[in-house]
């Protein structure tokens, strides 16, 4: 059973005993009140977690991109799994994280992995072989970089890891694209305040790179194309405000062998750029 959660305001989230402060841009207002664990994502997202784990009620959760540690401690605070591995880039343990697991004897429960990449396929396969006793994961949370590589070697790692019925979730898959639309607004408009500075950064921008770099965004596309061909290793692609959720179906895959490009048939070229 998830523990009762609920919001006492926009960012003060309650989960049995446990105050988290669910803040997306910490960075800007990083004031987190005193004995709060801080959760890099808003209200709204942190509630579709909490429909999430009503429904799939995970045992078993991997978590990609642990930062100041809140969301580590909220997956296991609502669904106190057996087991819980995270992992992240930086050397250093978040406090708030370490005394949340040291204050509840949690050190075989929730097992933070730091300085590892998500790129590197062979920590993060060790990591897992490790620390799940060949147990089937439930559902993986990819709240690392937001790069497109990294965070497609991390699918390939760990899709194949979860049980028929287990979910991956991508977060922010569009937050390039939220970012251009702005700049896209801002440029169509010479009224608007800082068109013009903007509209030479650009042109810079594009002599400097006129091919730009794949962003996240091709991962969610080439997810629908995997799912186009109707074979059951992925049975669902949800794509939502900066989520994209995947179902893992029945079929089995190999987890040193699979790649994603593998599945993918682009019979019409959709992944072309437009001409
Ligand atoms: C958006 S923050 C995670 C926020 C956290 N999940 C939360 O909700 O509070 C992204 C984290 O991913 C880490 N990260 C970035 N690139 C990474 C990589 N290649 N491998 C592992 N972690 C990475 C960053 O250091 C950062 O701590």
Redesign the pocket.
Known sequence: MTTSAAFLDEHHLRVGDVDFHCHYLWGVDATVPEGFL????DRAQVERYLRLCDELRPGVIV??????G??AALLHALNQPRRLVA????REPPPALSGYVARRGLESVLKPHYG????DRDAVASIMAAELGGEQIDLVID???H?LE?SRVSFETLFPLLRPGGVYVIE?WNADHIVADGFAAVAADPARPGHAGLVAALRQAHAAEPVPHVRLIRLALELVLARASSRDVIREVTVMDNWVLVRRGDEPIDPASFRLADLVTDHFQNLRPLA
């Open positions: 801080p959760i890099a994502k978590e990609l991109g642990i930062h100041r809140g969301s992992i992240e880039l930086e590892v990449d998500q790129a709240d690392a970089s790069l990294q922010d």
